[in-house]
């Protein structure tokens, strides 16, 4: 299913990000960033034939720009929250490096203590805006949220976890390369986890 690569070049990457933090009081502060990235030579995958695939070096370079924008707030008892949004361009000729590009995020995320460290609750909320498939369509946007319990039992050396990830249970999947026979794999559905940790000493 796949051929020998001929002499593969390494990939160059040049990258710069400028980040400026303003802080409004203690505990809040808005962050706004821009970055950049130009990738040279980068290693894609490619087909050949209907069965045959192949590593080989890009003649194209790609092209990456974006901004992040982040409100980040802390409280005195523990408890936090932020939210962000981003977004990239993401540009080049080659089409394999535009697949499972992602244009836009946004984000809210949070941490309250509840009961000290006996209990406390954490949860995100991330959408995820539509990305590029190889067969020159998108992808659906997902929203996917996750939502945990946590904390320190009264025992002191015992530390539980119990949450849902994908509460929102969203049907969403993630484009592929040609390496893959679909267009896009499914990603898990609502999913509910509980973990138990005892600390030795």
Known sequence: ?????????????????????????????????????????????????????????????????????????????????????????????????????????????????LLAERLGVAGEVIYNSPRPRRDGADSNGALIGRLFLSGRLPAARLLYRVGVTNFLDWDWSVPTSVAHQQQQVQQQERMVHVQMVYEFD
């Not at 802080?23 to 069965?51: N, Y």
Request: aromatic share 6%.
């Open 1 to 113: 299913t796949q051929m020998a690569a001929e002499e593969l070049d390494p990939e160059t990457i040049w990258t710069g990000e400028v980040e400026h933090t303003h802080t409004f009081r203690a505990g809040t502060h808005l962050v706004a960033s821009v970055f950049g990235s130009q990738i040279s030579r980068l290693i894609t995958l490619s087909q050949e034939s209907m069965v045959l695939l192949n590593f080989e070096n890009s003649a194209d370079d790609v092209i990456a720009a974006g901004g992040e924008l982040e409100l980040r707030f802390g409280a005195k008892n523990g408890a936090w929250w932020s939210a962000a949004v981003s977004g990239t361009s993401v540009t080049s000729d080659n089409e394999e490096a535009l697949i499972n590009s992602v244009a836009a995020v946004g984000s809210i995320r949070g941490h309250l203590p």
